[in-house]
């Protein structure tokens, strides 16, 4: 599939914005900066990307615990973003969510979820209501490959089949479901093969690789939007860091995150890729680079001195009337 | 006797106890960890470290790593006790409680009624509980309202080291289904616990601070803030009886009127949100059968009807702090 130039350089800044993003608030949660539990989403910035170049702000998405790259690729305000995690009054949720809370509903961004399994069924609700609207939009969910064996996500790819519904159902196998492998805890090994079973076409790309999942999305994408109803997506691509920022990471030795972080990057594969093509050229990509960096500091610099919500805020926002 | 924090209890309670009794098993998400993976085996012992070293000493077959499936660990816990075994599944957060509702709350809290008493289900759930970690919405929660409203269930929230020991051996030995609640703010207490096993009966509460002026009910994280609060009054001259009565259900109603008795005055405190929480649940019933005791009317100290806020300007506000229910005893004592 053809994509332009400018196309790309929009793919490359939401995946450099993404890594910058995740490497700060690491810094800042190592710094006690950032209260309660952050999971980032560092090495799979090219399955989140991937699959939102192809949406627009109508198309839903719903999210994981790992929620940062999946708000930053559907076009989240990475200021408001980081205003949110830091617990601020002026964040995207009024420091009342967090980082496994973030949500931005006029992006399309339905949540980050932190009860695993959560995303399927609400973008399972997401895709029903388009459809009933006649509108042609689509709804995504994102789920790793812990989250693949729930029984929420069993009963939503069968609940989007019988509707056949436009949802698209990511299964993002980073490798482990928080400290236990996939190749444990998915007791076929086989995520995709699973889920063709329940009667929709699924298919299984190098998650580390903007194009393979950019293709596979494009044609899931195609299918939703023209009544074909759902499809699956398995992006493999490992997590560079724990489960949690603050994870010992003892399941994992050094040597393999070593590997992961030098062999498995998406950033550098891309790069690689696109200069390799002479389609884009590497000062225009140290270019955004550069602009990348100055927003990330700029917006964890407003963050830290934004003020806090207080008592009058305790309150509100629990009923629309009560 | 040594001092020990609430993880080492815990810890010592599942051992001996796996122990003694080759049908006490666990169950649940990363109780070892590290399976299918590169590292080292045991790489959690759970989420916050309770359950490490057990699989080293009994291996995979007794703690058992599970997928991420809430509803399969416990109806299968469920369903292992109904069969004979004695299971200890770990929920984690005990907001999962929302995926896996049905297992708990339908199956094993009734069958031994709906089968007409033929049943027994010796199962013990243990999940973390509560605020203070800025873990927001769906992290936060204590949710023991819910468990002990349910007939069937037994509900245990721990506020001491030496508690969490023996409640959780009384746990396993019971033969009923327990909920076991750990407060995620309390697992570096450390207290005095004894090496050897011993098991503390439900339903009796204990007294942790005598006095004379205000009776205080708080459990778990609430009764270590009502006990603070009770020291900081003592220097005001207000004399205050705590009691914690360690297990929601049964709950242990004769000491709570015994104190009121003679106190004639009722904070309760409650890290819940304030309608049909246990503060409402024992003012109900303090009123209705100590009503005659009473010289002021019975205050509670709980949460605000909202979700867990994230930003911990909110969760301090939300949770009640011993300035709160300090605040509650001299409003009550001035009455």
């Known amino acids: 599939m053809q994509i332009n130039r400018d196309e790309l350089l929009k793919a490359y800044r939401r995946m450099r914005t993404i890594r910058a993003f995740e490497e700060r608030v690491f810094a800042e949660f190592e710094r006690g900066n950032i209260p309660g539990f952050v999971h980032l989403y560092s090495g799979q910035e090219a399955s989140a990307v991937g699959v939102c170049m192809h949406l627009t702000d109508a198309d839903k998405i719903g999210s994981t615990h790992r929620g940062h790259g999946h708000c930053i690729a559907k076009g989240v305000d990475v200021r408001s973003m980081m205003h949110e995690i830091f617990g601020r009054k002026d964040g995207l949720c009024g420091g009342k969510g967090g980082s496994m809370h973030i949500a931005d509903l006029e992006k399309g961004m339905l949540g980050a979820n932190a009860i695993v399994g959560g995303a399927p069924p609400l973008a399972v609700g997401a895709a029903l209501a388009a459809k009933l609207k006649g509108e042609d939009s689509v709804a995504v969910s994102f789920t790793g490959d812990g989250g693949s064996n729930q029984g929420t996500v069993f009963e939503a790819m069968n609940l989007a089949v019988v509707l056949q519904l436009p949802a698209i159902f990511i299964f993002e196998n980073n490798g482990f479901g928080e400290a236990t492998g996939h190749d444990y805890a998915v007791g076929s090994r086989d995520i995709i093969g699973r889920v063709a079973g329940f009667g929709m076409p699924a298919t299984r790309v190098d998650g580390r690789d903007f194009f393979a999942v950019h293709d596979a999305m494009g044609e899931a994408v195609r299918r939703a939007r023209s009544g074909g109803g759902p499809s699956a997506i398995e992006t493999v691509a490992k997590r560079f860091g724990g489960h949690y920022v603050g994870d010992p990471m003892r399941y994992r030795t050094a040597e393999e995150r070593e590997r992961t972080m030098r062999d498995d990057d998406p950033l550098i594969m891309f790069r690689r890729k696109v200069t390799d093509a002479q389609l884009l050229t590497p000062g225009q990509l140290d270019a955004l680079d550069g602009e990348i960096a100055a927003l990330v500091e700029a917006s964890a610099q407003s963050a830290a001195q934004a003020p806090f919500p207080g008592a009058a805020d305790l309150e509100t926002d629990v009923y629309v009337t009560y | ?335």
């Open chain 2, 1 to 335: 006797m040594t001092q020990k924090s609430m993880r080492q209890a815990l810890n010592e309670a599942l051992r001996q106890e796996m122990r003694r009794d080759p049908r006490v098993l666990i169950l649940g998400e990363d109780v070892a960890g590290g399976a299918g993976c590169e590292g080292e085996e045991d790489a959690y012992g759970g989420a916050l470290g309770v359950t490490r070293g057990l699989v080293g000493e009994f291996g995979r077959t007794r703690v058992i790593d599970m997928p991420i499936t809430e509803s399969a660990i416990m109806g299968a816990t469920a369903g292992a006790a109904l069969a004979g075994l004695r299971p200890v599944a770990d929920l984690m957060f005990v907001d999962f409680l929302g995926v896996c509702f049905d297992q708990i709350f339908n199956q094993a809290a009734k069958f031994r009624y709906m089968f007409g008493g033929k049943a027994v289900t010796p199962m013990v759930m243990r999940a973390m509980i509560g605020g203070g970690f800025r873990a927001g919405g769906q992290h936060s929660q204590t949710l023991h309202p819910m468990f002990t409203m349910v007939p069937g269930l037994k509900v245990v929230m721990p506020s001491t080291p030496y508690d969490a020991k023996g409640l959780l051996i009384q746990a396993i030995r019971d033969d009923d289904p327990v909920i076991f609640l750990e407060h995620k703010a309390m697992y570096d207490l450390m207290g005095e616990v004894p090496d050897e096993a011993y098991a503390i009966p439900f339903g009796e509460a204990n007294v942790t601070r005598e006095g004379t002026d205000v009776t205080v009910v708080a459990f778990s994280l609430m009764a270590a803030r009502a006990n603070d609060a009770a020291d900081l009054l003592r220097k005001e001259g207000i004399s205050v009886e705590v009691i914690d009565p360690r297990t929601t259900s049964p709950l242990d109603l004769d000491t709570i009127l015994d104190s009121v008795e003679n106190t004639g005055r009722l904070v309760v405190v409650d890290e819940s949100p304030p309608r049909c929480s246990l503060a409402a649940d024992i003012a109900a019933q303090v009123a209705e059968h100590g009503f005659s005791h009473l010289k002021a009317p019975i205050l509670s100290v709980t949460c605000p009807h909202t979700p867990s806020p994230f930003s911990p300007s909110l969760e301090d506000l939300y949770m009640p702090s011993v300035d709160r229910i300090a605040a509650a005893i001299r409003k009550v004592v001035s009455r």
